[in-house]
């Protein structure tokens, strides 16, 4: 009886561990960034070239599973034009939201959601993700602080590219999200649901310009340089 309790509990707690370890549905990462959090954006991937790529990964629990009209949401701080080719601004998250119908998930990570006064919201359309029977996907989780690559998933996904070039831009940071109409079966019901969905905070993409010494740091290098030599002329 002992022995049943037991395995009962490690099955409960192998169910719940593989849960929490499932691969999201829906992922934004950059190729070749590092995990890492730039100011009040935690747990995300980093890109500071002024071109690169991100592969835009949905993921399928099954063949009869939809992912649609799916999205590429890019948000930056508040700006009056629209700098990215393709996409349709708007005052906010909440405000591109509006114009889906139906529910729409999220998970009001930084800085998606944030409020009009902060940043702009960009849609840019990708149509639908295809089931592609034997192609395997990838959990890229920034969590794991440090990593540059993703780790192998035994789900069946689609993967499509995106190519960016910032180098003409005068942003100094980009956010990128992905929402799409996914409908999937909820649990072993049979009951099948369709709502919005949005890629987990901690599978989310951030590009920031490199950084550059401002005048007051460089003089004070400077300063500290010339002194470390006129110590060794002393010294010597």
Sequence with gaps: MCSLKKLFLVSVLFGLSMSAYATPTLQVHGVGSVAGSISNDDDTWFLSGATGQLELIATFGSADMKIENAFLVLTTSAINNNPFAGSTKYDSAA?????????????????YGLGASQIDTFAYSLGDFTYNAGTATKDCNADIAGTTTCAASAGTGDIKMFAYDYSALALDWVHFDMLAYVTDEKGNSGKWVSTWEINPGSHDTTWKRTSVPETSSLLLLMVGLFGLVGFKRKSS
């Design 95 to 111: 405000a591109f939201e509006a114009t889906l119908s139906g529910t729409v998930q999220t998970n009001n990570h930084s800085p």
